[in-house]
């Protein structure tokens, strides 16, 4: 990943949602994509030129144009109408995200034009996150990465953030996924988590 000092930045043409720019690159702000906040709080997954990432949950496009300035193709999920105009400007000016309307919980829609991929990332705020992320491994090539951000709340807002999280681990693991990183997106993201799991063989 790409640091100048403490400032996370990717290296594309700017102005796609207000973004500051630092040194001529883009700021990848951590309170604006969660996927920043695991750079800075966890590990997370390194973003390579050779890399094929499936996204779901892409919404405006804001994560989706950095991840994009890293790989060499963002396959990127959508189901609502008014994120989607903005998805598709983003797309139009980086000719390496393919957009795409459909139903992440229904992977049917959109398997006859994904390949494998290297990636799995999902940000899409439903009660069967983890289900959802496990049908999508279809996609995910053996030793690939999956990269699921939790939000509790829209699993179960009674439950404890806590329990719901242990819930969802058991879940990818019990589905074959070996969890390689959990951790926490405070103070970034509230009740969010971030959980890394690669892909076995045989899975
Ligand atoms: N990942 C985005 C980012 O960092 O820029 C923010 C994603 S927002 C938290 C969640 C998005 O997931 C919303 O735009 C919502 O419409 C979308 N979404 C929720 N459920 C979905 C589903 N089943 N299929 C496709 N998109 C879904």
Redesign the pocket.
Known sequence: MIWNGDVLVSEGEGGVYGERMLGGARVWDPY????SALYHVGTGIELTPDMRVL??????????SHVADYVEVVYA????PR?MQDLLEVARRRKNVIPFM?????PEQYAPVVEEVDLV?Q????PDQAA?AIRNCAFLKTGGVLVL?L?TRSVDVRKDPADVFHETLNLLTSAGLFVKESVWLVPYHADHAAIICTKPSGV
């Open positions: 604006r994509s969660k996927l996204y779901l949950g892409a919404a405006n496009g804001t994560t989706v999920i959508e189901f609502a994120p459909a139903d992440a919980a229904r990332y940000d899409v705020a439903q959802i951000m939000k």
